[in-house]
């Protein structure tokens, strides 16, 4: 009977034993390195090195591309921007996540109100590096438009770094680059230039390559009407007699005013008695691209995607 006994006590301290390890080994896989603190993961990016925590709980994100991004993976985030925020993203409008000011001017005290354990920032943010990663860890995910497709993976591998997703990543980065594939072998079909603008109310100016809608010669392989164009973050200046001049095949127009909250219509300003003398407009060959994916949001896995889909349907028209 006391054998019994013993066999039974030395049989639970096994199990106990076992268990014990099991759930140190999920802690570890979980973040926690063993000694109760969270594992962390080293980001380089454009404006320094960042310790970040591996799956931050708190993620305050400043760029519309990464939000499309983290919300095509299924990841949460606690807060936004809500000033401009697009219609393809209109969740994020809601209660539920933290209005933490605009892409422009983040609010500071809400940021140290909410205490994340992440900020995620692009362009209009970077020259608030410095105050915001006195906040919290701050990772620059912009994309770098002269290396548009380059830029864009590197920052997809920063995010499956951090949350560890990159099979995921890896999946839907494929099938963006196919319908890539396809957009560019359908272009060299066409033999068709092209000139891109941005219209605000009575205004225009021109992208060329490497510009900041440049992806559209440089990546999507759609020459350019004009190979000469200045870049500019703002574009080139240029009048109607220009485009004129230039007639393209194929005008790209993407409404600024729309997003500024214009009285006037692109299109308004646009197909004017000028214009209507180009290829483009007697070919039926302007296309109004969606402003809030171009201006606003870009380098994410869905706006990446959506650019792709407005461009091959205007060489399918």
Not at 3 to 11: A, C
Not at 285 to 294: G, M, Q, R
């Amino acid at each position: 009977m006391k054998k019994l006994l013993l066999l039974t006590v030395l049989g639970g301290l096994m199990l106990f034993a076992a268990a014990c390890g099991s759930s140190s080994d999920a802690d570890k896989k979980d973040g926690d390195n063993g000694s109760g603190e969270t594992e962390e993961v080293t980001i380089n990016h454009e404006l320094g090195e960042t310790d970040v925590p591996k799956n931050p709980e708190k993620v305050v994100v400043f760029d519309y591309g990464t939000l499309d991004t983290l919300d095509k993976l299924g990841l949460e985030v606690t807060g936004v921007p809500k000033g401009n925020i697009p219609e393809y993203l209109k969740k994020y409008r809601s209660d539920k996540y933290v209005n933490v000011g605009s892409l422009m001017e983040p609010d500071f005290d809400k940021l140290a109100e909410v205490g994340p354990d992440l900020i995620i920032i692009s362009g209009r943010q970077s020259s608030l590096y410095d105050q915001l990663k006195e906040i919290a860890p701050t990772v620059y995910l912009g994309v770098d438009t002269t290396r548009y497709m380059d830029s864009f993976k590197e920052n997809l591998d920063k995010i499956g770094t951090i949350f560890g997703n990159q099979d995921q990543i890896d999946k839907e980065l494929q099938a963006i680059e196919q319908s890539i594939a396809d957009l560019k072998e359908k272009a060299e079909t066409i033999d068709k230039k092209a000139l891109i603008i941005l219209a605000t109310d009575n205004k225009i100016s021109a992208y060329g390559p490497n510009s900041r809608f440049g992806i559209i010669h440089d990546v999507f392989g759609i020459p350019a009407v004009d190979e000469n164009i200045e870049v500019s973050t703002h574009g080139m200046n240029v009048s109607f007699e220009y485009v004129v001049e230039q007639n393209p095949d194929l005008l790209y127009v993407i409404d600024r005013g729309a997003i500024v909250g214009s009285e006037s219509s692109a299109k308004q300003v646009v197909e004017n008695k000028l214009t209507k003398k180009t290829k483009a407009y007697k070919n039926d060959d302007i296309t109004y691209l969606n402003p809030e994916v171009w201006y606003i949001s870009g380098g994410g896995l869905v706006s990446v995607q959506e650019m792709v889909n407005e461009v091959t349907e205007s060489l399918n028209e």
